[in-house]
């Protein structure tokens, strides 16, 4: 079975300043997607970024970009500018075909 | 557009009772899915139907939950009999389903069950 990690389970930035979140998968695979997924306090789980496996490119979204690093399996999400309104779960995310692992979430707070 | 409707929201019940949740997807979206979320774990894929049809349901326990999606939209998800383990969240996500699990999962707010 796949597996995805996320070895941090609670984080903190200063507002205005940037964190990294990291996240490992095993997978033997060759073609897959990540994604990064937010989940608020009230708990309506919302996509952040996903990356194709096969694009060598980063994929970034505003303030949000990822480091995907195919050979280490690593895909780790960098938040620019900090603001109030990212603290929450995050969850890292691999799927292939109609297969869907989830991590066990990295806590993000944000100090004003 | 509207979201992913599910509910009830909270449910309370005691063990070996049954329970039913009801999951509304965006409408045209013709994958739904069922998650399971134990308190501190990721979200845990339960089942997936591509319109009416199961795609995969090879993590649901089989035992004792049920789902269906008679119609192509609507869903539920039963449990008869519970146990104390079923406490979690239970989310619903539905994607349109053109280009099959690489869709973007629009989430539910999720139904909280609490097993006594």
């Known amino acids: 079975a796949q597996t995805v990690t996320q070895s941090q389970p609670e984080m903190s930035v200063q507002e205005a300043e940037t964190v990294t979140l990291s996240c490992t998968y095993d997978?033997?695979?060759?073609?897959?997607?990540l994604f990064w997924y937010k989940q608020p306090p009230s708990r309506q789980m919302i996509l952040v970024i996903r990356?194709?496996?096969?694009?060598?490119q980063n994929a970034t979204e505003n303030r949000f970009s990822v480091n995907f690093q195919k050979a280490a399996k690593s895909f780790s999400l960098k938040i620019s500018d900090s603001q109030l309104g990212d603290a929450a779960m995050y969850f890292c995310?691999?799927?292939?075909?109609?297969?869907?692992?989830f991590g066990t979430g990295t806590s993000l707070t944000v100090i004003p | 557009e509207a979201g992913v409707a599910q509910s009830p929201r909270y449910k309370i019940i005691e063990k070996r009772q049954s329970v039913a949740f009801w999951c509304n997807p965006i409408?045209?979206?013709?994958?739904l899915y069922w998650y399971q979320q134990i308190l501190g774990q990721g979200p845990k894929l339960l089942i997936q139907?591509?319109?009416?049809?199961?795609?995969?349901d090879s993590q649901l326990p089989k035992d004792r939950f049920s789902a269906e999606r008679l119609k192509g939209v609507d869903s539920t998800l039963k449990i008869q009999p519970a146990k104390l383990e079923d406490s979690a969240v239970y989310l619903c996500?539905?994607?349109?389903?053109?280009?099959?699990?690489?869709?973007?999962?629009?989430f539910g707010p999720g139904t909280r069950l609490t097993v006594l």
């Open positions: 996500a539905s994607s349109l389903g053109k280009r099959g699990s690489t869709d973007t999962q629009y």
């Open positions: 997978t033997s695979e060759s073609d897959y997607y």
């Open positions: 990356q194709e496996a096969y694009k060598q």
């Open positions: 995310a691999y799927t292939r075909g109609n297969q869907f692992y």
């Open positions: 409408s045209g979206h013709a994958t």
């Open positions: 139907f591509q319109n009416n049809g199961v795609v995969d």
